[in-house]
């Protein structure tokens, strides 16, 4: 057992290190570190940098445009990314979409979109829940009905996220509404934001910010060729999709940045034990976390096996932790200060509280690790 | 990186663990704790398996291994609960320093040891009112881990302004069971003669940090006993006509216990990688508390818990879990409490 990695790994870590050193954007590391709005530009600026550099898709196969890596370097680039506050890498396209056309996709449509996706052509986002479909997200309704060639879509979706900047959306959608099983009758479908009858409405957060919407489609004709894997197996492509996600929800460099941030805005703080010894157990547990991640890496690495279901643990803990900073900054802070950072940490608080209810619940991720771990 | 035991690790924890499972069952571990509260023959095959061994210099007939090499069989003692005294002997050992004549009967198992540090009213602070002057010790030892059974005790006393280690023979004891049924023993030294030995106070912190790593294995192994146990209970107790992890509220507290499980494990390997690994005695020292704070909060946890989701039964002396939640909760407060290792986690 040792727990630092091997020197070639720490030789990569520089060298991924001093990269990013000199080529993150000055203003946006500000921004992040700020926690200010980043608006689709800046998001697009900084995946064009990485697509250039070849680093955007480090998962891909290298036929298109991936590097290569093993897991534990890709784990240590995407900490590194999140500890040097790059900004995010937006996952629609890069790590939702791509994966699910490297899987199921023809030909075709890898051609035709995988290339756009790794250029930062295409924005992408994501049309899985709706108003009545959170966290059963097999009881969907929105309904595609085969027309010649096409599809014709009508429903709604939910909690969009970035769909206002966005060019395409991958959607689950209802082909068969009598199938057997209801999830036998959901279909994998990628839709032109373009397309005339869909309208996105802004769902404005208690922070205030719009980063997600509401999505209507309306009669939308989307061709058949738009139709991933075969019709009904959308619950297929997503369930892939859902152990594909789950690796990097840790977060674990973005929150060793702003672990670092809180320390150091907090000196004063922390002369009072109370909160010295809530901001101690914090990093405790995003110790115990990274080492937790890097265990189920190392498994990865030697079994060549895809991640289990436990880790549904990352996630969990993952997001807690992410909340517990923000909490903590909110307490750091001088509790009457007015200015731009102290009202931007109130409203990362509001704001984080999303973390434990996006991307399959905590208490869904609590399901799947009874269910497949534990067999309950 | 790399979480993999190396093959000899491997194969002795897989002996370790076959032999507790044949050996040092629940019904087993009840008779001895019952009897003299240890057994030799016990101790005797932990001598061949080359346990007593791992962590001495090859010289004396040890292994030169260090705390990584005995995590696995931590773990498994964790799980089996078992009662001998090894970590004692073991860090007593280390404070007799690389080359001392008791070493290669330590490795053999004829010789056992225990530390006598802890005093009255000094919880876990490094307070030493024992004093040695002219080859003599006086003073009080409190609540020494295994000294009923061993043959020699180090003991931490002041020489002056310095405090340093003595080696005696065993005296003066004032035997008590602990609360999770280990043997141990308040030690009065009244002009006790004493063989002063090399090592200070950073030696005495080295030991600790040593013995608290291989608590937290031993914890993770306690722990893993315990979420299995639940786990098992839930699938097979039945209340309103079906199992009770059914529900969807023990499923999640099942989870939760898991969680702390895994994540407890991961400090334990990283104390126990720093024990072996370091490039400085705070760097030691602040891995260790992290991981005593983690595990006194999982210790907490998940015991609590078990119990709680066993019901009753968790309550029932007959069941291996109340035992287990006694471990644990000695296991937690082992060579410091969760406030006391945050308060040092914070100064280092």
């Known amino acids: 057992m040792d727990l630092n990695y091997s020197a070639e790994e720490l030789a990569f870590r520089d060298e991924v290190r001093a990269w990013l050193r000199t080529n993150v954007p000055a203003d946006l590391q500000e921004k992040v570190a700020t926690y200010a709005h980043l608006s689709k530009d800046d998001l697009v600026r900084w995946h064009r940098i990485l697509a250039k550099k070849g680093w955007v898709a480090p998962a891909w196969p290298k036929e298109w445009g991936g590097t290569g890596w093993n897991v534990v370097q890709r784990y240590i680039f995407e900490e590194e990314l999140g500890y040097c506050g790059s900004p995010p890498l937006i996952p629609f396209g890069l790590s939702m979409c791509a994966p699910v056309l490297l899987r199921f996709g023809t030909e075709a449509q890898k051609q035709r979109f995988l290339p756009r996706i790794y250029n930062g052509d295409d924005f992408w986002c994501q049309g899985y829940s709706e108003p009545g479909s959170g966290s059963d997200l097999a009881s969907l309704k929105t309904k595609a009905v085969r027309d ?193 950072f102290s009202v931007a940490v109130r409203k990362r608080y509001l704001s984080m509280r999303k973390t434990t209810i996006y991307a399959g619940s905590n208490e869904i991720q609590r399901n799947i690790i009874a269910k497949m771990t534990l067999g309950l | 990186m790399n979480f993999d035991y190396s093959e000899e690790q491997q194969l002795l924890a897989d002996s370790v663990r076959r032999f507790l499972q044949d050996r040092y069952g629940f019904e087993q571990r009840k008779a001895i704790v019952a009897g003299e509260g240890w057994s030799p023959q ?13 962590p001495l210099p090859a010289d004396v007939g040890g292994f030169g291994g260090g705390a990584v090499d005995l995590m696995a069989v931590m773990e498994a003692f964790g799980e089996a609960l078992v009662v001998e005294p090894v970590v004692p002997t073991l860090m007593a050992a280390r404070l007799l320093g690389k080359h001392h004549r008791l070493l290669s009967s330590v490795a053999e198992g004829r010789t056992r040891l225990a530390f006598a540090h802890a005093e009255k009213g000094a919880r876990y602070r490094p307070l030493v009112n024992t004093r040695y002057s002219s080859g003599t010790l006086n003073g009080e030892k409190c609540a020494v881990a295994g000294a009923p059974i061993a043959d020699k005790l180090v003991v931490s006393a002041r020489d002056g302004e310095r405090i340093g280690l003595f080696l005696i023979d065993k005296a003066g004891l004032r035997g008590h069971s602990t609360l999770d049924g280990m043997l141990a023993a308040d030690v009065v030294l009244t002009n006790t003669p004493a063989e002063p030995l090399e090592g200070d106070l950073s030696s005495i912190e080295e030991a600790i940090d040593f013995a608290a790593a291989l608590g937290c294995a031993e914890a993770a192994g306690a722990m893993k006993f315990a979420c299995d146990t639940t786990l098992e209970y839930l699938k097979t107790r039945k209340q309103f006509g079906v199992p009770i992890g059914t529900f969807q509220a023990l499923q999640h507290r099942m989870v939760d216990m898991y969680i702390s499980w895994e994540q407890a494990r991961s400090m334990a390997c990283l104390a126990c990688s720093k024990i072996d690994n370091n490039t400085s005695a705070a760097e030691r020292a602040r891995a260790v508390s992290a991981a005593k704070i983690k595990i006194a909060d999982a210790a907490r946890h998940v015991s609590q818990e078990a119990v709680q989701l066993h019901g009753g039964m968790g309550m029932s002396e007959e069941l291996k879990v109340s035992h287990a939640f006694r471990r644990l909760t000695v296991l937690a407060a082992e060579w410091g409490d969760a406030d006391f290792h945050l308060e040092r986690f914070a100064s280092l």
């Open chain 2, 42 to 54: 016990v101790w005797k095959q932990f001598a061949e398996m080359g346990i007593l061994g791992l």
């Open chain 1, 148 to 340: 010649g060639d096409s599809y014709i879509v009508n429903g709604q979706k939910i909690w969009t996220t970035l769909a206002h900047y966005a060019d395409w959306i991958f959607c689950l959608v209802r082909t068969d509404a009598n199938a057997a099983r209801r999830q036998e009758g959901i279909s994998f479908l990628l839709i032109d934001m373009k397309t005339p009858g869909i309208t996105v409405r802004p769902l404005i957060l208690m922070d205030g910010a719009h980063e997600v919407n509401e999505v209507f489609f309306d009669d939308v004709r989307v061709p058949a060729e738009n139709l991933v894997h075969e019709e009904g197996k959308g619950w297929t492509v997503a369930k892939y999709l859902l152990g594909y996600e789950r690796m990097n929800t840790g977060r674990i460099g973005a929150s060793k940045r702003e672990l670092a941030a809180l320390k150091k805005m907090s000196i004063e703080r922390q002369n009072d034990d109370r909160f010295r010894d809530r901001l101690s157990r914090l990093e405790i547990e995003l110790m115990a976390l990274e080492i937790t991640n890097l265990r189920f890496l190392d498994r990865m690495r030697r079994t060549g096996q895809p991640p289990g279901a436990d880790v549904s643990m990352l996630k969990i803990k993952g997001t807690e932790i992410q909340q517990g900073l923000t909490e903590l900054m909110m307490q750091a802070i001088d509790p009457v200060a007015q200015d731009e």
